[in-house]
Every structure is written in structure tokens, then in C-alpha cells.
């Protein structure tokens, strides 16, 4: 079983300050997604990198895939009160034999961010 | 603009009670997903959907059975409910299956409790 680790779990910031989360397996995946939930609602992708060492930016968002394609990580700038939410990593790879690929969540970073 | 709709939002279960989760998409999506949410554990796959009448068993099936009678309709059965099905309970739905660039899309959650 491929396993995603993400850190920190809880991440509680001020208005106007950097973050970075990270998102580590063991395992190489063909590609990583990264996705956004509200409370009461349902994850909501924001980016898909494909790319060892591939780097995505959407606004303040900066997405990094690693060159060995085993990590990732999302950092913020100037994070907003409206960032708040659990950001989960999940990544998609292809057992050995199978037709299809599985994704695996990491178990989410919860971010407040104070005003 | 639907996409997946879930019923019901909330619901509570005495424990050996049965219930059945429903979700339905309107994207003609082929692929379908059965997840559930745990605080601090990401989302496990329960079961997944390629296509009507093919189901197969994701990491947690134990305790679940789900039927795809119609592209559309992938509902989730709960027999004999426990307390370690309390959960959070997301149906997502897919064009293809964990392909590089595909993406999910979650129904908004079905909160279970089991007492």
C-alpha cells in the first residue's frame, strides 16, 4: 500500500504570512494532485502536477513536484483569511499488473489563517 | 450544474441498523468512487466504479456493498451498522480512472453516525 505523509497537520497563521505543506511518500507516483475542502463540503481540485521537479503557481499558490516525483508541496504567500480550509495531497500511481491507477489522500493539513 | 448530488447530508443509525447512501452524477461520468473521511486519516476508497454493472473493492470494503445498476446511480449499502463506520462518507465521480490530468469530483458528504 502506497502511503502519503503530510505535515504539519494543523498549521494555525496570521493574515499576510508564508506557508509551505508538504506532502512525502516512499512510493514514486505518476502524478500528484493537490485539492481543497471547506467544512461541509466536499474536496475541490486545485492543481495536478505531472513532472518530476515540475512547478505550478495559481495566484499565491506555488505547487512543486519533486525530481524524483516521491514529494510535493504547496506553499502560500501572504496567505488569506479566505485560505482556510484542509488541503490534501493525493497521489496517483500504477500497480504493477493492474489496469488501473489508484489515488491515495494523504491524511490533510487543516490551515487557519487569523485576520 | 448538479454534478453529484448525495442524500442525506446527515443521518444517524443505531447500532446493527441498515442504511443506504445515494449518489447520483449527471456528468456521464463512466467512473464513480466511494470514499470516507476519518479526522487526521485523508480519504480511504471503500469501492469504485468503472462503468455500469463493474464494481470493485477499494482499501476498506469490509461491512459495504454498493451495486451500479446505471451510469448515473452508484449507490453505498450499510449492513448491520457499527460504530466504526461513523464517518464522513464523499461519493466522487470520474471521466476515466486516475488517469494523469484527471480529476474528481466530490458530492458535498453524507455525515454518519452510529451509536
Known amino acids: 500500500t502506497q502511503l502519503l505523509e503530510q505535515s504539519p497537520q494543523f498549521l494555525s497563521i496570521q493574515e499576510g504570512e508564508n506557508l509551505t505543506v508538504y506532502c512525502n511518500s516512499s512510493s514514486v507516483f505518476s502524478s500528484l494532485q493537490w485539492y481543497r475542502q471547506e467544512p461541509g463540503e466536499g474536496p475541490v481540485l486545485l492543481v495536478t502536477?505531472?513532472?518530476?521537479?515540475e512547478v505550478k503557481k495559481l495566484k499565491r499558490l506555488t505547487f512543486q513536484f519533486g525530481d524524483a516525483r516521491k514529494d510535493s508541496s504547496l506553499h502560500i504567500t501572504a496567505a488569506q483569511p479566505g485560505d482556510t480550509g484542509l488541503y490534501l495531497c493525493a497521489g496517483v500511481y500504477y500497480a504493477g499488473g493492474t489496469s488501473y491507477g489508484k489515488l491515495t489522500f494523504g491524511q490533510g493539513t487543516i490551515l487557519t489563517v487569523h485576520p | 450544474n448538479a454534478g453529484v448530488t448525495q442524500t442525506p447530508k446527515f443521518r444517524i443509525l443505531k447500532i446493527g441498523q441498515s442504511m443506504t447512501l445515494q449518489c447520483t452524477q449527471d456528468?456521464?461520468?463512466?467512473?464513480m468512487y466511494w470514499y470516507r473521511q476519518d479526522p487526521g486519516m485523508g480519504l480511504k476508497l471503500i469501492y469504485y466504479?468503472?462503468?455500469?454493472?463493474?464494481?470493485d473493492k477499494g482499501e476498506v470494503p469490509n461491512g459495504y456493498n454498493v451495486s451500479r445498476s446505471t451510469t448515473e446511480d452508484f449507490p453505498l449499502r450499510l449492513e448491520l451498522a457499527a460504530p466504526s463506520q461513523t464517518s464522513v462518507y464523499f461519493c466522487?465521480?470520474?471521466?476515466?480512472?486516475?488517469?494523469?490530468?484527471?480529476?474528481?469530483?466530490f458530492g458535498s458528504g453524507t455525515q454518519l453516525s452510529v451509536l
Open positions: 502536477v505531472v513532472t518530476g521537479g
Open positions: 466522487a465521480s470520474s471521466h476515466a480512472v486516475f488517469a494523469t490530468n484527471e480529476k474528481l469530483f
Open positions: 456528468m456521464n461520468h463512466n467512473y
Open positions: 466504479s468503472v462503468g455500469a454493472g463493474i464494481t
